[in-house]
């Protein structure tokens, strides 16, 4: 693809203690062929080599990379500190252990004509032996939102979608283009005790701000998922921290003319987000939940069935990342239609040959769940690894 280049676009990577991956997330970028580009490297108080590697990148391309070293503040001040240096018109925002296709800077641009803000999707890697990409996309249908009437669509589902852990638009800042002129004052102000969903708080809000917003399913970011991943780590008290994000949306919801719609989607939200204290919290009226007080966190799991059910299931564990499926069966395992990314489908009979600790029957009926429970546990499955949930 290509772009005339007009449009400044300011890369803003925050880094704490990345020296495994920084290397790589770096290369992406001197790579892009969108070259109108800055990059703006903050070394957030690393205790590892990641400054090291930072001045050393500064040092090849010193015309390219801006290098910003201050104290270990975390990654809202450390965003806050690398935009203050930006001088691009549009900004994007690159996790330092992630990477970025060679075009996404290109492809981004290029959407952005005229808009306040273009959405994609990303794909993310699972921190498996064998790494699996799973594409995530928003929960709206990519395309223009530009009108009133969109717009009032777009923001009436754009924190839940249909179900949960569904989000309409991604909550993510790394997977966005901005203007510069927009997010710079929402980082700015956000409260800097939020240490988890600091990124929920600035895109709703920037998103309420927007004329005309761009969806698009391109998942040309590679978001990793690994063991130190600033994501999965617990950094503080989760209540207090959703105690503050729920403060920081509620004052900016409830003085939107979308209030109504707004807060709803924001309950649910914050059930979604005591999960990682207490996942079996998470309870919604008319809708399934995954037993995860009977499933250790981390473990690999069969779900068994294919149905409404199986959706739900899928959906919140890949979006908690609460577990990992090995594999989604059926007999009409061919059928999936579901975007699942590279989980794979089998035959009910094939269980036996994958290699799991857990098969959760995802089937309403009571009755047939646990005639294939019966089924399984003949085959010579342990029936400690059969799971029938309370539905």
């Known amino acids: 693809m290509r772009n005339k280049c007009t449009h400044k676009v300011s890369i803003i990577v925050p880094a704490y203690n990345a020296e495994r991956y920084i290397g790589k ?15 703006i490297l903050v070394n957030d108080g690393s205790s590892d080599s990641t400054g090291n590697i930072c001045d050393i990148y500064h040092e090849r391309y010193g015309n390219l990379i801006l290098v910003e070293h201050c104290c270990h503040c975390g990654v809202s001040l450390a965003r806050l500190s690398g935009i203050r240096k930006a001088a691009g018109e549009y900004v994007v925002f690159v996790d330092a252990d992630d990477w970025i296709e060679d075009d996404y800077i290109s492809s981004m641009v290029s959407y952005m004509e005229g808009a306040d803000i273009v959405a994609a999707g990303i794909s993310r890697e699972l921190p498996e032996e064998k790494r ?22 777009l923001y009436g589902r754009m924190l839940y979608c249909q179900r949960p852990y569904h989000f309409g638009v991604l909550p993510y800042l790394c997977n966005k283009m901005f203007r510069r002129n927009i997010v710079e ?58 105690s503050y994000l729920y403060q920081e949306l509620y004052r900016c919801f409830v003085e939107s003319k979308y209030c109504a719609a707004l807060l709803i989607q924001l309950d649910y939200y ?13 309870l919604e009226v008319n809708s399934f939940r995954f037993p995860y007080d009977r499933i250790r966190q981390g473990a690999r799991i069969i779900l068994y069935g294919m149905g409404k059910v199986g959706a739900v299931f899928y959906q919140q564990i890949t979006q908690t990342r609460y577990c990992s499926i090995v594999a989604w069966a059926d007999k009409n ?57 309370n539905l």
């Open 185 to 242: 004052p929402l980082l700015d102000k956000i409260d800097k005790h939020i240490f988890d969903g600091e990124d929920v708080a600035i895109v709703y809000q920037y998103l309420l701000l927007s004329n005309k917003i761009i969806l698009t399913d391109d998942c040309k970011y590679h978001y990793v998922n690994h063991a130190d991943s600033a994501s999965l780590r617990e950094t503080g008290d989760a209540y207090l921290n959703a």
């Open 132 to 153: 699996t990409v799973v594409s995530e996309y928003n929960g709206i249908p990519a395309g223009q939102y530009a009108t009133e009437p969109d717009r009032e669509k």
């Open 333 to 389: 395992h061919g059928n999936i239609t579901y975007r699942t990314g590279n989980v794979r489908g089998i035959a009910p009979d094939e269980i036996q040959t994958c290699s799991f600790d857990y098969v959760v029957i995802a089937i309403q009926n009571k009755i047939v769940a646990c005639k294939i429970m019966e089924k399984l546990c003949a085959s010579g499955i342990d029936a400690k690894k059969v799971v029938i949930p």
């Open 25 to 39: 997330c770096m290369d992406s970028l001197i790579r892009q062929n969108y070259r109108n580009i800055e990059i």
């Open 270 to 282: 914050m059930r979604r987000i005591i999960w990682k204290k207490d996942p079996a919290a998470y």
